[in-house]
């Protein structure tokens, strides 16, 4: 089967690596920010504040719940190190790519080197499928909408799961997740202003909903 100029069974490095590239990051010289964030899961709200350094590194303040403080803290991370621009070489100069199956998400991509075992999916030049093993875990994304950009795609939905590595048995609930992005000034670069987590239930875990949102924002001088 062919679809995109790739045979399956064929070597796609190319093909990988233009959807990788065509991911939004944010420039070298992105100067951190700071605001206002509120939590609310439905039955609490809870407000403070934060700041994310150039380096990366974040601080919640005036939200003395520990469990979501962490939760704040981490969906700010987690979003900032996913802008941070790194060449393709650098991120998988030690891996092959090589197309397996087609559906309807895309196209599979076998990794083999390094990080052999991870697969990914690509279609219309996004990653919609990610496979990977990350410190002893297996994750598995799949994303549904994007936000193009004239720099880039953003992920808008998407889920996640996690998984065990050898039996491949659940170790979570899945997690859907909505984005939403506003520029941190004008033609300024698109950082998190609201995300919604749906959990779904897992083992003696009820569903449950949280919901991120980042206000008054405005970079560090």
Same mark, same amino acid.
Request: proline share 3%; charged share 20%; net charge positive.
């Given at each position: ?37 509120? &939590? ?8 403070? /504040? *934060? $700041?994310?350094?150039?380096? +990366?590194?974040?601080?919640?303040? =005036? ?13 700010? &991370? ?8 790194? /060449? *393709? $070489?650098?991120?998988?100069? +030690?891996?092959?790519?090589?197309? =397996? ?121």
């Amino acid at each position: 089967m062919q679809i995109n100029n790739i045979v399956s069974g064929s070597e796609c490095r190319v093909q990988f690596r233009a959807a990788y590239e065509n991911r939004y990051t944010w420039d070298g010289d992105f100067p951190g920010y700071k605001g206002n964030c509120a &939590w609310d899961n439905g039955s609490r709200v809870l407000e403070g /504040s *934060f $700041e994310l350094g150039r380096d +990366l590194k974040v601080s919640v303040m =005036g939200i003395n719940d520990e469990v979501v403080n962490k939760a704040i803290t981490s969906q700010l &991370w987690e979003v900032s190190v996913h802008r941070v621009r790194r /060449s *393709f $070489e650098e991120t998988h100069k +030690l891996n092959t790519f090589t197309a =397996g199956d087609i559906n309807s998400i895309g196209i599979e991509i076998i990794v083999g080197g390094k990080n052999k075992g991870d697969l990914y999916r690509i279609k219309d030049n996004t990653i919609t499928m990610v496979y990977r093993h990350i410190h002893g875990t297996l994750v598995t994304i799949y994303t549904k909408n994007v936000i193009n950009t004239v720099n880039g795609y953003l992920s808008k939905s998407y889920s996640s799961q996690y998984s065990n590595p050898t039996t491949g048995e659940k170790s979570s609930g899945k997690n859907h997740y909505v984005d939403s992005f506003v520029p941190l000034y004008e033609d300024g670069p698109l950082v998190l202003s609201q995300r919604v987590i749906k959990t779904e239930s897992f083992q003696q875990n009820p569903p449950s909903q949280q919901k991120f949102t980042f206000f008054d924002l405005n970079k560090l001088k």
